[in-house]
């Protein structure tokens, strides 16, 4: 399992090499791929174990892959059959034209990965720090020799830039997401119903949406819910009455530390992903769902794009339209009617196992890689056979 620090450290880290001379990675029979990812610190974002590092090192794709995560001004030192550049891992526009010519001077594919549009994110909370990386975003489009991006919203956004887009939709590893204890949830002796909203500390317009509805059903239900925020603001006047869990070291450093940790909270039994109806959270992914299905919660989300093609309402989830009443709603019926919520967790979890887990969607990366380095694509029976 991937679980620690280690695993980052030891599988992809690339010794530091003194020679002028290019280090050739290539292999008979396999593809080569170096990487350069996002990072916070040390350690890539969760955005790039999901995007890059989890999947090609997924046990059905390892066997085809060599993969090697080097910063960006070590890819010029390489030579591999591909590089894959993920979101603005790449920050500066010139060492960018010098990583693209030397792709093409060594035979290099250029892969670059975004699953978000970067170049139009409206007033999100992010917006000015991207912003300023417009002009490295737009030309590792356009340097690119393949895009990938993980919704077709995102794909039509970006068309215009570069003819060789590929939708490479997000999935996660269940070498990970072991699945979860199922547990009888509901008004038995003193235990809650625990409803959750997780993510990174730029969702507080999004959590405006449902903490009215959120507050109502405190007050109503009193002892029998409690609300648990985990990252989602800075802003502590959002926050008030709800139980904040402050992710502890070493869970906050890499994506499969935290994933680790947060199966060991057995007090979930509601996820909620409410979104902000911008164009920026249109072209989103519906990765939140796909959290909350992993660890077998019933799942509330937003009306909005990303989760209307992976939820159906009253079957694995429900989607509610961004009103405070609706919200209410939705969340008092799953507080009364226990199997009904305990039903949609199952078959959430059911659906990520089947439908959205790299084991299923794995040959999407695989495949792409073999059609982009000249080789025929691969069947996914074939994947887990070699």
């Not at 093609?309 to 507080?335: C, F, M, P």
Request: aromatic share 10%.
């Amino acid at each position: 399992m991937i679980y620690d620090r280690s695993f980052y450290d030891n599988t992809y880290i690339a010794n530091n090499h003194s020679s002028p001379d290019h280090i050739d990675i290539r292999r008979e029979g396999r593809i080569s791929v170096l990487a350069v990812v996002e990072k916070i610190g040390k350690y890539p974002t969760p955005c790039a174990y999901i995007r890059i590092l989890l999947p090609l090192t997924h046990s059905n794709i390892n066997k085809h892959v060599d993969l090697l995560v080097v910063n960006p001004d070590e890819v010029i030192k390489y030579v591999a059959d591909i590089l894959i550049s993920h979101r603005v891992a790449i920050k500066d526009l010139q060492l960018l034209d010098s990583i693209i010519r030397h792709c093409k001077d060594n035979g290099m594919k250029f892969i670059y990965d975004i699953d978000d549009n970067l170049l139009n994110m409206g007033d999100h909370t992010e917006a000015d720090y991207y912003n300023a990386l417009k002009p490295v975003v737009s030309r590792s489009i356009t340097g690119s020799d393949q895009v990938w991006v993980s919704t077709n919203l995102l794909y039509e956004e970006i068309k215009g830039l570069n003819d060789r887009i590929s939708v490479i939709p997000n999935a996660l590893s269940e070498e990970i997401w072991d699945r979860p204890e199922q547990k009888d949830s509901g008004f038995t002796g003193k235990d809650r119903i625990g409803i959750v909203y997780m993510g990174t500390a730029t969702h507080s317009d999004d959590l405006r949406l449902v903490s009215g509805a959120v507050r109502r059903i405190l007050n109503e239900y009193r002892h029998k819910v409690a609300m648990y925020i985990i990252g989602i603001t800075d802003d502590s006047t959002l926050t008030k009455g709800f139980k904040e869990i402050r992710v502890p070291y070493p869970a906050h450093e890499t994506y499969p530390s935290f994933v680790n940790w947060l199966k060991s909270q057995d007090y979930f039994d509601i996820g909620l992903a409410p979104l902000d109806d911008t164009a920026f959270n249109r072209s989103k992914s519906p990765i939140k769902f796909f959290d909350y299905a992993a660890l077998g919660l019933c799942v509330v989300c937003s009306n909005l794009e990303p989760y209307r093609d992976v939820i159906q309402h009253g079957v694995n989830g429900l989607t509610v339209n961004n009103t405070e009443q609706d919200w209410y709603d939705a969340l008092k019926l799953l507080i009364e009617d226990g199997s009904l919520r305990k039903r949609m967790g199952y078959q959430a979890y059911h659906d990520f196992q089947k439908k959205y887990s790299l084991d299923q969607l794995g040959s999407n990366w695989l495949n792409s890689l073999y059609l982009i380095n000249g080789q025929n694509r691969r069947n996914p029976a074939d994947m887990s056979d070699d």
